[in-house]
């Protein structure tokens, strides 16, 4: 990935990049799923065997457990108010299994 100048990047947009990804990549879904049930003992670790009925999409408030952030950093994220770290951004590729370049809308 080549560096990211910030100043470049339109936030809301890469925000409506953000809240499609939480709505709709089912790779996001599972990791979240994972991650908050799998601890708890609800998780065997398959999801093709999932007991778990996985909505289409998970809330802010479950990716920011994930996240380890509150809802509302998730909203502003999603709202382009606040932008991302890179740090958070390579998380978010990692997890939904789409390249960095995917997520960034550049101007």
Do not use: H
């Not at 879904?29 to 908050?36: I, N, P, S, T």
């Not at 007991?51 to 950093?73: H, Q, T, W």
Request: proline fraction near 2%; glycine fraction near 2%; charged fraction near 35%.
């Amino acid at each position: 990935m080549r560096s990211i100048d910030k100043k470049r990047v339109d936030w809301e947009k890469t925000g409506i990049n953000l809240q499609l990804l939480r709505n709709d990549n089912v790779n996001l879904r599972r990791y979240v799923c994972f991650k908050l049930r799998y601890e708890r003992g609800e998780c065997n670790d398959d999801c093709d065997k999932c007991l778990y009925k996985m909505d289409r999409s998970i809330s802010r408030a479950e990716l920011a457990e994930v996240f380890n952030v509150s809802e509302s950093v998730v909203y502003n994220w999603e709202k382009g108010k606040t932008p991302v770290s890179i740090e958070d951004l390579l998380f978010y590729s990692e997890i939904a299994k789409v390249p960095v370049e995917s997520i960034l809308y550049l101007e």
